[in-house]
């Protein structure tokens, strides 16, 4: 029997892209977690947290300095996205997704951005 991988999704704070993505590859078969990466988030990651993983999926890459302050990372694969869940970082790319809610926009701009860059990765 194979054994699945362990992912770790980290955003920063651990609430919307991180775990969106922890979902998203746990019905593709691997085993997750997901947390945030600085030190004030909600749902923060700890270092056992990257011990117990095999792949780190970070989805911006202005937390992959933070994550390598905070924790031990150099032994893990990482995979580094670009994708923020925020609509005033893409006001003059695309002004009718500003106008959406919080909810609308994730689903609209966020969550595909996510589907669509980790598909260059599968299989971890």
């Known amino acids: 029997m194979k054994k699945r991988k362990k992912v770790l999704c980290v955003c920063a704070q651990g609430l919307n892209r991180s775990r969106y993505m922890a979902k998203y590859l746990k019905n593709k078969g691997y085993n997750t977690q997901y947390g945030g990466a600085t030190i004030e988030a909600p749902n923060p990651i700890y270092q056992k947290n990257i011990e117990w993983a095999d792949v780190i999926v970070v ?11 905070r924790f031990n990372i150099k ?39 996510l589907r669509k860059a980790i598909e260059n990765y599968l299989p971890l």
């Not at 202005?62 to 994550?67: A, K």
């Not at 996205?81 to 695309?94: G, I, K, R």
């Not at 919080?102 to 951005?113: C, L, V």
């Open 75 to 113: 032994r893990k694969k990482l995979i580094v996205l670009d994708v923020s869940d925020s609509p005033l970082t893409l006001f003059l790319e695309n002004r009718k997704l500003h106008f959406l809610d919080y909810i609308h926009f994730q689903e609209k701009w966020t969550y595909p951005q």
């Open 59 to 69: 989805v911006r890459k202005r937390l992959v300095p933070i994550m390598r302050e």
